[in-house]
């Protein structure tokens, strides 16, 4: 299994910007996820999605500027970043889990994925 994550770059504070992560097919997944690494910190999780409901859940220092979403028929996840701060500077990576579903509220931790996407680098400065 192969994810690819893309769209990463350096913005502005306040701006924004949208990751995609490709996966050969994500029909197969329970759920996907984005988390982030920043220098010198633990990997955190930011957002994560049942690939079959939609249904979608948040990190609470995302939520109501993050957004996450999927189009299965492209086998691709979006994170729709706003309002960016310094604070969001990090590498973003995608995951996907194929293990039996869960509430989505449960699926913030990087232990219950399966599969990994290399990376995409966000950096945020003036």
């Known amino acids: 299994v192969q994810l690819q994550a893309s769209g990463g770059g350096l913005v502005q504070p306040g701006g924004s910007l949208r990751l995609s992560c490709v996966a050969s097919?994500?029909?197969?997944?329970?759920?996907m996820g984005w988390f982030r690494q920043a220098p010198g910190k633990e990997r955190e999780g930011v957002s994560c999605?049942?690939?079959?409901?939609?249904?979608?859940y948040y990190a609470s220092y995302v939520k109501g500027r993050f957004t996450i979403s999927r189009d299965v028929a492209k086998n691709t996840v979006y994170l729709e970043m706003n309002t960016l701060t310094p604070e969001d500077t990090a590498v973003y990576y995608c995951?996907?889990?194929?293990?039996?579903?869960?509430?989505?509220?449960?699926?913030?931790?990087?232990?219950?994925?399966?599969?990994w996407g290399q990376g995409t680098l966000v950096t945020v400065s003036s």
């Open positions: 995951a996907a889990r194929r293990r039996v579903r869960k509430p989505i509220s449960r699926l913030l931790e990087k232990d219950e994925y399966d599969y």
């Open positions: 097919d994500i029909s197969g997944f329970t759920a």
């Open positions: 999605i049942s690939v079959r409901d939609g249904f979608t």
